[in-house]
Protein backbone atom coordinates (compact mmCIF):
# COMPACT_ATOMS: atom_id res chain seq x y z
CA UNK A 1 0.00 0.00 0.00
CA UNK A 2 1.16 3.65 -0.62
CA UNK A 3 1.73 6.17 1.66
CA UNK A 4 2.80 9.75 2.01
CA UNK A 5 4.42 11.27 5.13
CA UNK A 6 4.59 15.27 4.79
CA UNK A 7 7.39 16.37 7.69
CA UNK A 8 6.02 19.52 8.91
CA UNK A 9 2.45 20.51 10.28
CA UNK A 10 2.84 23.91 10.79
CA UNK A 11 5.36 26.24 9.36
CA UNK A 12 5.29 29.85 9.73
CA UNK A 13 7.59 32.33 7.25
CA UNK A 14 8.05 36.10 6.92
CA UNK A 15 7.68 37.23 3.75
CA UNK A 16 10.29 37.13 1.31
CA UNK A 17 12.07 33.88 2.65
CA UNK A 18 12.69 31.10 0.95
CA UNK A 19 10.06 27.85 1.42
CA UNK A 20 10.79 23.84 1.55
CA UNK A 21 8.18 21.74 2.11
CA UNK A 22 9.29 17.55 2.79
CA UNK A 23 7.37 14.65 1.32
CA UNK A 24 8.53 11.07 1.08
CA UNK A 25 6.44 8.62 -0.15
CA UNK A 26 6.62 4.34 0.07
CA UNK A 27 5.31 2.64 -2.71
CA UNK A 28 6.91 -0.51 -4.95
CA UNK A 29 6.00 0.38 -8.19
CA UNK A 30 5.86 3.24 -10.23
CA UNK A 31 4.05 6.78 -8.90
CA UNK A 32 2.72 10.32 -10.15
CA UNK A 33 3.41 12.59 -7.67
CA UNK A 34 1.33 15.53 -6.84
CA UNK A 35 1.33 18.68 -4.71
CA UNK A 36 -2.01 20.36 -4.03
CA UNK A 37 -3.16 23.60 -2.26
CA UNK A 38 -5.87 24.70 -0.25
CA UNK A 39 -6.87 28.07 0.04
CA UNK A 40 -9.04 28.67 3.62
CA UNK A 41 -12.68 28.11 2.17
CA UNK A 42 -11.70 27.03 -1.09
CA UNK A 43 -11.01 23.82 -3.55
CA UNK A 44 -8.30 21.78 -3.39
CA UNK A 45 -6.08 23.21 -6.20
CA UNK A 46 -3.36 21.86 -8.07
CA UNK A 47 0.12 23.73 -7.83
CA UNK A 48 2.04 20.81 -10.04
CA UNK A 49 2.42 17.24 -11.20
CA UNK A 50 5.38 14.73 -11.56
CA UNK A 51 4.46 11.96 -14.28
CA UNK A 52 7.83 11.42 -16.01
CA UNK A 53 10.81 13.07 -17.13
CA UNK A 54 12.48 16.32 -16.31
CA UNK A 55 12.39 15.58 -12.11
CA UNK A 56 12.28 19.22 -11.74
CA UNK A 57 8.75 20.48 -11.80
CA UNK A 58 7.69 23.96 -12.15
CA UNK A 59 4.58 24.80 -11.24
CA UNK A 60 1.94 27.45 -10.78
CA UNK A 61 2.60 31.00 -8.06
CA UNK A 62 6.75 30.60 -8.82
CA UNK A 63 6.49 26.55 -6.88
CA UNK A 64 8.33 24.04 -7.99
CA UNK A 65 9.12 20.43 -7.03
CA UNK A 66 11.97 17.86 -7.53
CA UNK A 67 11.75 14.01 -7.39
CA UNK A 68 14.15 12.29 -5.85
CA UNK A 69 13.31 8.82 -6.76
CA UNK A 70 16.46 7.13 -4.87
CA UNK A 71 15.20 9.37 -1.96
CA UNK A 72 11.29 8.61 -2.57
CA UNK A 73 11.04 12.35 -1.84
CA UNK A 74 8.91 14.84 -3.49
CA UNK A 75 9.87 17.86 -1.87
CA UNK A 76 8.38 21.52 -2.62
CA UNK A 77 9.90 24.52 -2.83
CA UNK A 78 9.45 28.59 -3.38
CA UNK A 79 12.36 31.01 -3.30
CA UNK A 80 10.31 34.01 -1.89
CA UNK A 81 7.06 33.29 -0.42
CA UNK A 82 4.10 36.04 -0.29
CA UNK A 83 1.73 36.65 2.29
CA UNK A 84 -1.19 34.81 -0.16
CA UNK A 85 0.55 31.88 -0.36
CA UNK A 86 -0.60 30.69 3.59
CA UNK A 87 -2.43 28.18 2.87
CA UNK A 88 -2.74 24.29 3.65
CA UNK A 89 -0.48 22.06 0.88
CA UNK A 90 -0.82 18.75 0.26
CA UNK A 91 1.41 15.74 -1.34
CA UNK A 92 -0.48 13.56 -3.01
CA UNK A 93 0.44 9.91 -4.91
CA UNK A 94 -1.17 7.57 -7.10
CA UNK A 95 0.28 4.26 -8.46
CA UNK A 96 0.93 4.82 -12.44
CA UNK A 97 -1.09 2.29 -14.87
CA UNK A 98 -4.37 2.53 -16.85
CA UNK A 99 -7.22 3.35 -15.82
CA UNK A 100 -8.17 5.82 -12.69
CA UNK A 101 -6.52 5.30 -9.20
CA UNK A 102 -7.10 7.35 -5.99
CA UNK A 103 -4.97 9.70 -4.95
CA UNK A 104 -2.82 8.69 -1.47
CA UNK A 105 -2.54 11.94 0.53
CA UNK A 106 -0.25 13.27 3.12
CA UNK A 107 -1.51 15.20 5.98
CA UNK A 108 -1.17 18.21 4.91
CA UNK A 109 1.74 21.38 5.96
CA UNK A 110 -0.52 24.56 7.34
CA UNK A 111 1.83 27.75 6.13
CA UNK A 112 1.14 30.82 7.42
CA UNK A 113 3.60 33.58 5.65
CA UNK A 114 3.61 37.37 8.10
CA UNK A 115 4.38 40.40 7.05
CA UNK B 1 -9.45 23.04 -16.51
CA UNK B 2 -12.31 20.73 -16.03
CA UNK B 3 -14.60 21.34 -13.37
CA UNK B 4 -16.28 19.36 -10.05
CA UNK B 5 -19.46 20.86 -8.85
CA UNK B 6 -20.24 19.38 -5.19
CA UNK B 7 -23.51 20.18 -3.51
CA UNK B 8 -24.20 21.35 -0.94
CA UNK B 9 -21.17 23.17 0.64
CA UNK B 10 -22.22 22.50 3.94
CA UNK B 11 -24.57 21.08 5.76
CA UNK B 12 -26.39 20.86 9.36
CA UNK B 13 -29.00 17.92 9.99
CA UNK B 14 -29.91 16.18 13.06
CA UNK B 15 -28.70 13.16 14.43
CA UNK B 16 -30.50 10.36 12.90
CA UNK B 17 -31.23 11.51 9.70
CA UNK B 18 -30.32 11.04 6.11
CA UNK B 19 -27.76 13.59 3.96
CA UNK B 20 -27.14 13.01 0.39
CA UNK B 21 -24.16 15.12 -1.02
CA UNK B 22 -23.66 15.37 -4.97
CA UNK B 23 -20.78 15.40 -7.01
CA UNK B 24 -20.88 16.23 -10.59
CA UNK B 25 -18.54 16.83 -13.01
CA UNK B 26 -19.87 19.92 -15.32
CA UNK B 27 -17.33 19.37 -18.22
CA UNK B 28 -16.34 15.83 -19.04
CA UNK B 29 -17.61 12.35 -18.46
CA UNK B 30 -16.19 10.40 -15.20
CA UNK B 31 -16.72 6.65 -15.25
CA UNK B 32 -15.14 6.80 -12.49
CA UNK B 33 -15.38 9.30 -9.04
CA UNK B 34 -13.48 9.24 -5.53
CA UNK B 35 -14.96 9.92 -2.19
CA UNK B 36 -12.68 11.67 0.43
CA UNK B 37 -12.98 12.61 4.12
CA UNK B 38 -11.28 15.09 5.69
CA UNK B 39 -11.28 15.40 9.81
CA UNK B 40 -9.90 18.75 10.94
CA UNK B 41 -5.90 19.11 10.94
CA UNK B 42 -5.67 15.58 9.22
CA UNK B 43 -5.46 14.20 5.62
CA UNK B 44 -8.26 13.10 3.11
CA UNK B 45 -8.48 9.54 3.54
CA UNK B 46 -10.19 8.04 0.57
CA UNK B 47 -13.66 6.29 1.52
CA UNK B 48 -14.89 4.66 -1.39
CA UNK B 49 -14.48 4.44 -5.42
CA UNK B 50 -17.98 5.37 -6.89
CA UNK B 51 -18.23 3.15 -10.53
CA UNK B 52 -20.55 4.41 -13.20
CA UNK B 53 -23.31 1.59 -13.21
CA UNK B 54 -21.78 -0.61 -11.07
CA UNK B 55 -21.48 -1.04 -7.14
CA UNK B 56 -19.08 1.09 -5.20
CA UNK B 57 -15.45 -0.03 -3.90
CA UNK B 58 -14.85 0.77 -0.50
CA UNK B 59 -12.43 1.17 1.68
CA UNK B 60 -11.40 -1.14 4.75
CA UNK B 61 -13.46 0.65 7.35
CA UNK B 62 -16.08 2.17 5.56
CA UNK B 63 -19.36 1.19 6.03
CA UNK B 64 -21.12 0.73 2.77
CA UNK B 65 -24.19 0.28 4.35
CA UNK B 66 -23.96 4.08 5.83
CA UNK B 67 -22.35 5.54 3.34
CA UNK B 68 -24.58 4.81 0.18
CA UNK B 69 -23.07 5.62 -3.21
CA UNK B 70 -24.81 5.95 -6.48
CA UNK B 71 -23.50 6.67 -9.30
CA UNK B 72 -26.10 6.33 -12.13
CA UNK B 73 -24.79 8.55 -14.68
CA UNK B 74 -21.49 9.64 -16.34
CA UNK B 75 -21.93 12.88 -15.02
CA UNK B 76 -23.04 12.26 -11.10
CA UNK B 77 -22.17 10.57 -8.52
CA UNK B 78 -24.46 10.34 -4.95
CA UNK B 79 -22.96 9.72 -1.39
CA UNK B 80 -25.79 9.61 0.91
CA UNK B 81 -24.78 9.38 4.56
CA UNK B 82 -27.48 7.52 6.49
CA UNK B 83 -28.45 7.73 9.51
CA UNK B 84 -25.98 10.50 10.67
CA UNK B 85 -24.09 10.71 13.75
CA UNK B 86 -22.23 13.21 15.43
CA UNK B 87 -19.25 10.98 14.40
CA UNK B 88 -20.26 11.14 10.71
CA UNK B 89 -19.44 15.35 10.96
CA UNK B 90 -16.56 15.97 8.99
CA UNK B 91 -15.86 17.43 5.46
CA UNK B 92 -16.18 15.14 2.42
CA UNK B 93 -14.69 15.76 -0.94
CA UNK B 94 -15.04 14.15 -4.09
CA UNK B 95 -12.85 14.12 -7.08
CA UNK B 96 -12.89 12.58 -10.85
CA UNK B 97 -10.71 12.62 -13.54
CA UNK B 98 -11.51 13.46 -17.05
CA UNK B 99 -10.38 9.87 -19.29
CA UNK B 100 -9.51 6.53 -18.82
CA UNK B 101 -6.01 7.07 -18.60
CA UNK B 102 -4.47 7.03 -15.17
CA UNK B 103 -1.67 9.77 -15.59
CA UNK B 104 -4.06 12.53 -15.64
CA UNK B 105 -4.79 15.26 -13.27
CA UNK B 106 -7.43 14.57 -10.69
CA UNK B 107 -10.22 17.80 -9.90
CA UNK B 108 -12.17 18.32 -6.66
CA UNK B 109 -15.19 19.17 -5.71
CA UNK B 110 -15.34 22.07 -3.33
CA UNK B 111 -16.13 20.02 -0.47
CA UNK B 112 -19.19 19.54 1.61
CA UNK B 113 -19.09 20.10 5.25
CA UNK B 114 -21.74 18.05 7.64
CA UNK B 115 -22.09 19.09 10.96
CA UNK B 116 -24.67 16.26 12.87
CA UNK B 117 -26.46 17.79 15.67
Known amino acids: AQSVSQHNHHVILSEAASLELGCNYSYGGTVNLFWYVQYPGQHLQLLLK??????LVKGIKGFEAEFIKSKFSFNLRKPSVQWSDTAEYFCAVNARHSGNTPLVFGKGTRLSVIA | GAVVSQHPSWVICKSGTSVKIECRSL??????MFWYRQFPKQSLMLMATSNEGSKATYEQGVEKDKFLINHASLTLSTLTVTSAHPEDSSFYIC?????????????FGQGTRLTVV
Open chain 1, 50 to 55: YFSGDP
Open chain 2, 95 to 107: SATPGFIGNTEAF
Open chain 2, 27 to 32: DFQATT
